[in-house]
Every structure is written in C-alpha cells, then in structure tokens.
C-alpha cells in the first residue's frame, strides 16, 4: 500500500504560480511512477503530467507543457508539481497518483491521494 496526501493547493491569481506536494508513505516510492492528474467541475479527469521512477523521463498535456513542471525527491518521498502562469482554466482539484509503470494513463494508476483544490481567479 502507498498513501499519497497532496497539498499546496489554494487561490491563486491570473499569472501566479503555485508549487503542490505529492507525500507518500508506506511502500517504496522509488517503484512508483508518479502522475499528476486533475479534475475541474462538470469536466472529466484529465493527465497534468508523468514522472518515471527514476525521474529522468516527464511528460506533460500540451495544454502544460512549459508552464507546469514536474519532480521528485525520493530522499524525502516527495513529488512535486510546479504550475507557472496560471490561468482560470487551470483551475480544477488537483490529484497525485502512482502507478508501477510510467504510463499517462489514469486507470494504470494504483493509488490516489485525495487531491487538492487551485483556483485561478482573473
């Protein structure tokens, strides 16, 4: 079992910027591809981006890439999520996930956290 706890999330205006936290207890996070993942009101669930488990391979939705960057620190079993020009598009519940493959694919992921709430306000 791995737990995941996001947090980081909050109010952010047009522009801002916010970094989320990904904690993980329990089994080795260094097996674990992370994902980041979010969800806005009456919308489905869409991939932010992929980490591989050693951390040398990211991905990232088009709609992210160059603004949203993602880490890890597996001394401190941290995932990170780096959100940089913020718009009200972006705002959503945001959640992290692991999964033993390095995979954008939300239904390949074994364990969730109970995600994060970013609102963009313009």
């Known amino acids: 079992q791995v737990q995941l706890v996001e947090s980081g999330g909050g109010l952010v205006q047009t522009g801002g910027s916010l970094r989320l936290s990904c904690a993980a207890s329990g089994r080795a996070f260094s097996g674990y591809a992370m994902g980041w993942f979010r969800q806005a009101p009456a919308k489905e669930r869409e991939v932010v981006g992929v980490i591989s488990r050693s951390g040398q391979f990211t991905d990232y939705a088009d709609s992210m890439k160059g603004r949203f960057t993602i880490s890890r620190d597996d001394a401190k079993n941290t995932a990170y999520l780096q959100m940089n020009s913020l718009n009200p598009a972006d705002t959503a519940v945001y959640y992290c996930?692991?999964?033993?493959?390095?995979?954008?694919?939300?239904?390949?992921?074994?364990?969730w956290g109970q995600g994060t709430q970013v609102t963009v306000s313009s």
């Open positions: 996930a692991a999964a033993r493959s390095y995979t954008a694919r939300a239904p390949n992921y074994d364990y």
